[in-house]
């Protein structure tokens, strides 16, 4: 089982930056890949960014370029380093595990990220 605690949540306006943490602990030796995903009201959750222990890295369209995902396996923390954020990024932020592949299956609770216009 693996618990993860998500921080650095918060209000920006629009064109600032936030840095997302997320600290993973228990069987973290079992995690394989990491992931931001996000949801806002009345819409899906979405995969906003991932990155797999071999640090291979991935990136919904709508942020790469502004987005940064990267980790600190000494620390078994991972960041999301967002810069001119928009008020479409406006959601509620998601750090997820996957143990095997992609397939996410151990979440944090999640962190409000709110950009004004």
């Known amino acids: 089982q693996v618990q993860l605690v998500e921080s650095g949540g918060g209000l920006v306006q629009a064109g600032g930056s936030l840095r997302l943490s997320c600290a993973a602990s228990g069987s973290s030796f079992s995690i394989n890949a990491m992931g931001w995903h996000r949801q806002a009201p009345g819409k899906q959750r979405e995969l906003v960014a991932g990155?797999?222990?071999?640090?291979?890295?991935k990136y919904a369209d709508s942020v790469k370029g502004r987005f940064t995902i990267s980790r600190d396996n000494a620390k078994n923390t991972v960041y999301l380093q967002m810069n001119s954020l928009k008020p479409e990024d406006t959601a509620v932020y998601y750090c997820?595990?996957?143990?095997?592949?992609?397939?996410?299956?151990?979440w944090g609770q999640g962190t409000q990220v709110t950009v004004s216009s």
């Open positions: 990155i797999t222990s071999g640090d291979t890295t």
């Open positions: 997820a595990a996957a143990g095997s592949y992609w397939n996410f299956d151990s």
